[in-house]
């Protein structure tokens, strides 16, 4: 079955900038999406199709995809950035999501 | 503004049954698939089923197959997931969560606030 791979956590210093990669056997073929979850909250889609950020998502929050690794690019992380985050891709008729990256803000 | 109810949630013994609701508003629901996501406590996020916009198609991972089974009533803007011959590691809170499409394979454009499910002895 097809596997996504994380980093467990990430850390980043105020104001700097967080990347957090996504691996996958050619995942560049695929459409990438990410999801940031705050500690007793749902889920909320923060990037799709690789690259798109939804309504109401912050210009911070960009990503791209080639290769067999995605990218999520936080710029000048804010505070309210600390969250676990997952990404997420289809394949073979299943959602796969990752294993998930703790961003902490130091 | 979209809105995902789940219900159903609870405490069942090993071998039990359950049946999730996830009831929408705020959009066509019959125009979008739907599906069910779950996380254990303390875990990430494992997807467990999904069902077209029609409810004519639909898939499940494979630690829930032939256990499970997803269904809709677009008459009534609901989401269901039966769950049969429950195990200790199907503990999760469940989510259901919307397609931005009528088929499946996009993102998940919004999500519920979770049911507990909690399967022990």
């Known amino acids: 079955s097809y596997e996504l791979t994380q980093p467990p956590s990430v850390s980043v210093s105020p104001g700097q900038t967080a990347s957090i990669t996504c691996s996958g056997n050619?995942?560049?073929?695929?459409?990438a999406s990410w999801y940031q979850q705050k500690p007793g909250q749902s889920p909320v889609l923060v990037i799709y199709?690789?690259?798109k950020r939804p309504s109401g998502i912050p210009e911070r929050f960009s990503g791209s995809n080639s290769g067999n690794t995605a990218t999520l690019t936080i710029s000048g992380t804010q505070a309210m950035d600390e969250a676990d985050y997952y990404c997420?891709?289809?394949?073979?008729?299943?959602?796969?999501f990752g294993t998930g990256t703790k961003v902490t803000v130091l | 503004e979209v809105q995902l109810l789940e219900s159903g949630g609870g405490l069942v013994q090993p071998g039990g049954s359950l049946r999730l609701s996830c009831a929408a508003s705020?959009?066509?629901?019959?125009?979008?698939?739907m599906s069910w996501v779950r996380q254990a406590p303390g875990k990430g996020l494992e997807w467990v089923s999904v069902?077209?916009?029609?409810?004519?198609?639909?898939y499940y991972a494979d630690s829930v197959r032939g256990r499970f089974t997803i269904s809709r009533d677009n008459s009534q803007n609901t989401l269901y997931l039966q769950m049969d011959s429950l195990r200790a590691e199907d503990t999760a809170v469940y989510y259901c969560?919307?397609?931005?499409?009528?088929?499946?394979?996009?993102?998940?454009?919004?999500w519920g606030q979770g049911t507990l499910v909690t399967v022990s002895s």
């Open positions: 969560a919307k397609d931005p499409s009528g088929s499946y394979g996009g993102p998940f454009d919004y």
């Open positions: 050619n995942l560049g073929y695929k459409f």
């Open positions: 997420q891709a289809w394949d073979s008729s299943n959602y796969v």
């Open positions: 705020g959009f066509t629901f019959n125009n979008y698939a």
């Open positions: 069902i077209t916009g029609s409810g004519g198609n639909s």
């Open positions: 199709q690789n690259n």
